[in-house]
């Protein structure tokens, strides 16, 4: 059975999902949920499945899978187990807990810092000095990422996993007009942060791998 993607493409959250199904291919089908009305508001449909009344919701194997990263972690074991065509996970014990490691500090990091720079600006009304604040700690979280990747091709090693997956999230969203005045701007990644740069550039060469922007094109908000 295909799998069903509830989502909406102004969420990080839920491209990190649409992502991971594009590397992993895994069939999938977009519903695209209205996120700019009440919870209340959002169709029945979404709103009997999904927990918090959050994006994204993966329904999938006879699951119903809220919380992005438990999404991702889901679907790298559920590929191991499937034999599928390429890893998302580490290849044994210690290297799968690095890249639940660097979920975490996605989580608490740039998920929330990216996320909050963006919406503060493109659709919230953040008093200055909040958005400043957003904006210090996510330009110190691309410092981090820039010092990893210029020691290690991939977040968590030698290969591409669902740590990447999920620092994809929200970056990719630094493509927009709002991320010059935060000071993350895609363009400046060249000569600020170029291992992050090369990074960037590498997943989405990956099979499968569309930019956000891409790949959540040409559907319609109706959920």
């Excluded at 519903?31 to 919870?39: A, G, L």
């Excluded at 194997?61 to 065509?85: E, F, K, M, W």
Aim: glycine share 6%; charged share 20%.
């Amino acid at each position: 059975m295909t799998a069903i993607l509830y989502c909406h493409p102004d969420s990080g959250f839920s491209y990190k999902v649409a992502l991971a199904l594009r590397l992993l291919e895994v069939e999938f089908e977009q519903r695209h949920v209205d996120i700019r009305s009440p919870r209340e508001q959002r169709s029945q449909e979404f709103r009997d499945i999904a927990a918090h009344g959050e994006v994204p919701v993966l329904r999938i194997d006879g699951l119903t899978l809220c919380q992005s990263n438990v999404i991702l972690d889901y679907l790298a074991a559920r590929q191991d187990a499937h034999g599928g065509p390429r890893r998302l996970d580490g290849a044994d014990l210690e290297a799968r807990l690095h890249v639940r490691e660097w979920l975490s500090w996605e989580a608490n990091r740039v998920s929330l810092n990216l996320a909050h720079s963006r919406y503060g600006r493109q659709f919230g009304h953040y008093d200055p000095a909040l958005l400043a604040w957003y904006d210090r700690r996510s330009r110190a979280d691309l410092d981090r990422l820039q010092a990893q990747l210029a020691q290690t091709a991939w977040l968590a090693g030698a290969q591409p996993t669902i740590a990447d997956v999920a620092c994809m999230g929200y970056l990719c969203f630094t493509v927009e007009p709002w991320a010059e005045p935060a000071g993350v701007a895609h363009a400046d990644w060249a000569q600020r942060w170029p291992a992050l740069k090369a990074w960037y550039d590498r997943v989405l060469a990956l099979p499968g791998a569309l930019s956000a922007q891409a790949l959540f094109a040409g559907h319609p908000i109706r959920y």
